[in-house]
């Protein structure tokens, strides 16, 4: 969430991988297969020992929601989708992608400085003569060197990604590249590595190289600031503020707050003016009370679409507002059923169940307990039955 992945054209849905002669191999050493963490990168398509395509365990069901995912060979039975990699040439591709994305995720975090990353790759789309010395793109350039480099890898499982990434490369270099550069997903960066590096060692001389001529400081505190900011504004809203409630807080106004969401890939829903933060609160108060939807759309004039949306994107908030319910409405049959049993005292249970409204049925099911203590004696257990 806090890498804005699944609003991400990428997406997070990433299966289980793995090769089939490592768990051979695993299945030697220690007598069972296991996952290797390092294939379950999302970037990591082949294996680097065995030169060969990973297998994709595929589940009908999320494999998370089943206990049978925690070994590749026992338990459960899956089936297994082959990487399909035709040429050669692809294979070097994906080899190194893996191997990179290796590398990538064995950092430490925060290795990286953002700026200096940026400006490394500007260093080497420079050296590659796909930007200028001033550093503007030379797009067809760039377009053409990505056609070339990925050839094919976009059909590959995983990467379809790529696919419509591709078509706004000169976009993502500039995002990353730029020198104040834009957030991007792990893969997009791995996936420009592996076109201007061609091993890890010369990304990490390029990039000292880089950190060397960084004169002023790497972390300006204006900067820094304006971060801290814009990651509490993003937080806010992934935590359930409205855009409005979240701008309020980073003390800038609504429109800013839209530009922002929109820049951070957020998705909000754009709410009705008149339904204010305050109103929102009392609201909230009368549903945990266990007030009836409509009532509450009412009472502020909103939808009761609005107020179905508030419960809905509040489990908490939905299932108080439940519970509450529940017990305003126990209290209200057992009300009525106890004054049915005042005024008709000596009615069998035949006749009272006939009487509309009588709330027996209610309470055999909810409240069953209560109602053995409250029926009449003649009314007892052998006859309930
Ligand atoms: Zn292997």
Known sequence: MKLGIPASRIGGRHPLKGCPACFEEDEGRHGFAYWHVAEQ????????KHRRPLQIAWDPVTPVHRRGWLLPKRGLKRDWIEVPVTTDEQMERLLSVATLSVHFAAMEPGTLDPRVLAKTYQLALRGRGLATEKGSLRIAALVR???????????????????????????LAGALARRRPRPGHPLKHILLLSML???????????????AATEEPIHSPAI????????????????GDSIRAASAKAGICTTTGVKWATQLGLTFTA???????????????KLLAGSDVDDVATEFSVSR?????????????????????????????????????????NLPVKALRSIRGNGYMWLYRHDRPWLLDHLPALWQPSRLR
Request: proline share 4%; net charge positive; with cysteine.
């Open 41 to 48: 990168l999302p970037s990591v398509m082949v294996c680097r």
């Open 145 to 171: 060197a990505t056609r070339s480099h990925y050839r094919g890898i976009e059909d590959v499982p995983g990467f379809e990604a790529l696919g419509s990434i591709t078509a706004d490369w000169p976009g």
């Open 197 to 211: 590096f061609d091993t890890w060692a010369e990304f990490r001389e390029t990039y000292s190289e880089a950190l």
């Open 224 to 239: 820094d600031s304006h971060a801290v900011q814009l990651e509490a504004f993003r937080q806010n809203v992934i935590d």
């Open 271 to 285: 709410r009705t003016k008149s339904f204010t933060e305050a109103q929102k609160r009392k609201a909230r108060r």
């Open 305 to 345: 679409i609005t107020i179905n949306r508030m419960l809905g994107s509040d489990p908490s908030l939905q299932e108080a507002w439940r519970f509450a319910r529940f017990v305003a409405t126990r209290t209200q049959v057992r009300k009525r059923f106890q004054a049915l049993l005042a005024t008709h005292p």
